[in-house]
């Protein structure tokens, strides 16, 4: 099925290391584990042969913007720290930029060490799930090196980002903390930022369904929003499924953010949503 751009899609655009990159038409991230424990492709890429072979992969099949992690942020994951997440990376960046120049990579990293070496590798985007509340020299970091920064809702700690906290109304809360955390990245000199509500972290069922139904007034439409559901919980274990067995009911909540104004898809499959 081919999802056409409405008039709820938000006009705006990133600048990527000089790239001026247009979101009036959404945009899919595919997601490149370089993790042996994520919870639904581990161990699959975590060799620079099959990292890049799916990096092409992703390409081919839509995706715009390659998302590389080397750290698992299930629950009870393995933790790693900034040199371990290095060492798994390894040349997977330059080799992708390398091998497929016009890609744009964003990294998932809480790390100040891991984005200046993923800079030096050449990535585009830094997608920090922490909003710089787990390294202190992270938000620096970014500013410093002038690329667009996904700003994700969490709870404060590594230790709490999965608690499961009580809103009174969850899109009112999500917006307090953008609001508040945009105010703090513009004066660190961040200049780019895309808004992540953090579907999976924190929050109940109907919290994440509430979101979606009310995707429209996320960030007010002031900035893009990333929407990352691919494989979620909360969609497959209500109805008594597996990550991999619910492709019809996140394809139907895909097209439904991508109605309600979302300008990046973060997701494992882009083959299944055409844009």
């Known amino acids: 099925m081919n999802f056409s751009v409405t008039d709820n899609c938000r006009f705006f655009s990133v600048n990527c290391n000089g790239r001026l990159i247009d979101l009036s038409k959404p945009k899919l991230m595919g997601i490149l584990n370089l993790t042996p424990d994520s919870f639904s492709d581990g161990g699959k890429f975590n060799n620079e042969k099959s990292a890049l072979q799916q990096a092409e992969n992703l390409l081919k099949n839509g995706a715009s913007i390659i998302d590389i992690g080397a750290q698992s942020t299930r629950p009870n994951a393995e933790f790693l720290n900034a040199d371990?997440?290095?060492?798994?990376?390894?040349?997977?960046?330059?080799?992708?930029?390398?091998?497929?120049?016009?890609?744009?990579?964003?990294?998932?990293?809480?790390?100040?060490?891991?984005?200046?070496?993923?800079?030096?590798?050449?990535?585009?985007?830094?997608?920090?799930?922490?909003?710089?509340?787990?390294?202190s020299e992270l938000l620096d970091t970014v500013a410093k090196s002038g690329l667009p920064y996904i700003l994700m809702h969490i709870n404060p700690t590594y230790e709490s980002m999965h608690e499961?906290?009580?809103?009174?109304?969850?899109?009112?809360?999500?917006?307090?903390?953008?609001?508040?955390?945009?105010?703090?990245?513009?004066?660190?000199?961040?200049?780019?930022?895309?808004?992540?509500?953090?579907?999976?972290?924190?929050k109940t069922v109907e919290d994440?369904?509430?979101?979606?139904?009310?995707?429209?007034?996320?960030?007010?439409?002031?900035?893009?929003?990333?929407?990352?559901?691919?494989?979620?919980?909360?969609?497959?274990?209500?109805?008594?499924?597996?990550?991999?067995?619910?492709?019809?009911?996140?394809?139907?909540?895909?097209?439904?953010?991508?109605?309600?104004?979302?300008?990046?898809?973060?997701?494992?499959?882009?083959?299944?949503?055409?844009?």
């Open 164 to 202: 499961k906290i009580k809103f009174d109304d969850i899109i009112i809360s999500v917006n307090r903390f953008f609001s508040e955390k945009v105010k703090f990245l513009r004066q660190k000199g961040i200049k780019d930022i895309i808004l992540d509500p953090g579907f999976g972290f924190g």
């Open 84 to 135: 371990e997440e290095i060492g798994r990376i390894g040349n997977v960046i330059s080799l992708i930029k390398k091998e497929f120049p016009e890609s744009l990579i964003s990294l998932d990293t809480f790390y100040s060490d891991v984005v200046r070496f993923g800079y030096n590798e050449g990535i585009d985007i830094v997608n920090d799930i922490s909003a710089g509340q787990f390294d």
């Open 208 to 275: 994440q369904y509430q979101m979606i139904d009310e995707f429209e007034y996320i960030g007010f439409g002031k900035m893009p929003v990333l929407a990352g559901i691919s494989k979620k919980s909360f969609i497959y274990k209500p109805l008594g499924k597996q990550a991999n067995e619910v492709e019809k009911e996140t394809l139907d909540l895909h097209h439904e953010l991508l109605e309600k104004g979302a300008n990046i898809i973060r997701l494992h499959n882009p083959e299944t949503l055409k844009i």
